[in-house]
C-alpha cells in the first residue's frame, strides 16, 4: 500500500551524540537501500539489504555508522559519536527482487528522507 | 568503477521549450540506466529507467530518454517545458539490476522560466 516511510523527518543533534534513524520499507520488498546525500558529495550509497543475506556495506563511509534490518522489514541506521560531517539528508528505498503479479522489479521506491543537523 | 556525469549542474529553459538534461555514463557491462527526479524537500520519484529492452524509453510526465551505447549517453529530454517540471533530476546507473546499489549523477537543477 504505501510508500517507503522514514521517520523522523528531522533531526537536530550535538556533536558526539549518537542517532538512529529509521525506514520502513514498501511491504514485500525484499532490498532495502540506504544512501546519503549532501551538497559535497551528492547521492552516495551506503548500505544495501537483500532478504537473509549478509548486507553489503561498502558505502558505509566510517565504522561510526552501522545499519540493522529486523525481521526482514523495519532498518534502523545508527550514527555513533556524530561529527558535523555527517550533517545530510538520509535517504531509504527499497526495491522487489521477486516478480510478482502486478510487481515491478528493478526499480528503487524512496523515502522522503531524514535532514540530520549535527551541531 | 561505474561513473555517471550530467553536465550542467543547471539548466534554465523558458516554459513551452525542449528541455534537454545530459547523461553520460561508464561502464564495463551493460548497464542499467534511470532517471529520478526530485522536487524540494522530497524524496527521489522515478521518471524512466532503461533495462536492455527497448533504447527509447518513455516516462512519466512527458519525459523520454534514448540509450545509445556508441555515446554512452542516456540524454533525458522532453518537447516541451512546463513550471510544475521545475525541480533536480538525478542520472543513476547499475552494474547487474536496479536492485543493487546505484551509482548517481551529481544532479541537474532544472529551473523553467515564464
Known amino acids: 500500500g504505501a510508500g517507503v516511510s522514514q521517520s523522523p523527518s528531522n533531526k537536530v543533534t550535538e556533536k558526539g551524540k549518537d542517532v538512529e534513524l529509521r525506514c520502513d520499507p514498501i511491504s514485500g520488498h525484499t532490498a532495502l537501500y540506504w544512501y546519503r546525500q549532501s551538497l559535497g558529495q551528492g547521492l552516495e550509497f551506503l548500505i544495501y539489504f537483500q532478504g537473509n543475506s549478509a548486507p553489503d556495506k561498502s558505502g558505509l563511509p566510517s565504522d561510526r555508522f552501522s545499519a540493522e534490518r529486523t525481521g526482514g522489514s523495519v532498518s534502523t541506521l545508527t550514527i555513533q559519536r556524530t561529527q558535523q560531517e555527517d550533517s545530510a539528508v538520509y535517504l531509504c528505498?527499497?526495491?522487489?527482487?521477486?516478480?510478482?503479479?502486478?510487481?515491478?522489479?528493478?526499480?528503487?521506491?524512496f523515502g522522503p528522507g531524514t535532514r540530520l543537523t549535527v551541531l | 568503477a561505474q561513473s555517471v556525469t550530467q553536465l550542467g549542474s543547471h539548466v534554465s529553459v523558458s516554459e513551452g521549450a525542449l528541455v534537454l538534461l545530459r547523461c553520460n555514463y561508464s561502464s564495463s557491462v551493460p548497464p542499467y540506466l534511470f532517471w529520478y527526479v526530485q522536487y524540494p524537500n522530497q524524496g527521489l520519484q522515478l521518471l524512466l529507467k532503461?533495462?536492455?529492452?527497448?533504447?527509447l524509453v518513455k516516462g512519466i510526465n512527458g519525459f523520454e530518454a534514448e540509450f545509445k551505447k556508441s555515446e554512452t549517453s542516456f540524454h533525458l529530454t522532453k518537447p516541451s517545458a512546463h513550471m510544475s517540471d521545475a525541480a533536480e533530476y538525478f542520472c543513476a546507473v547499475s552494474w547487474n539490476s536496479g536492485n543493487t546499489p546505484l551509482v548517481f549523477g551529481k544532479g541537474t537543477r532544472l529551473s523553467v522560466i515564464a
Open positions: 528505498a527499497s526495491s522487489l527482487i521477486v516478480v510478482q503479479a502486478g510487481g515491478d522489479t528493478d526499480t528503487q521506491y
Open positions: 532503461y533495462t536492455s529492452a527497448a533504447t
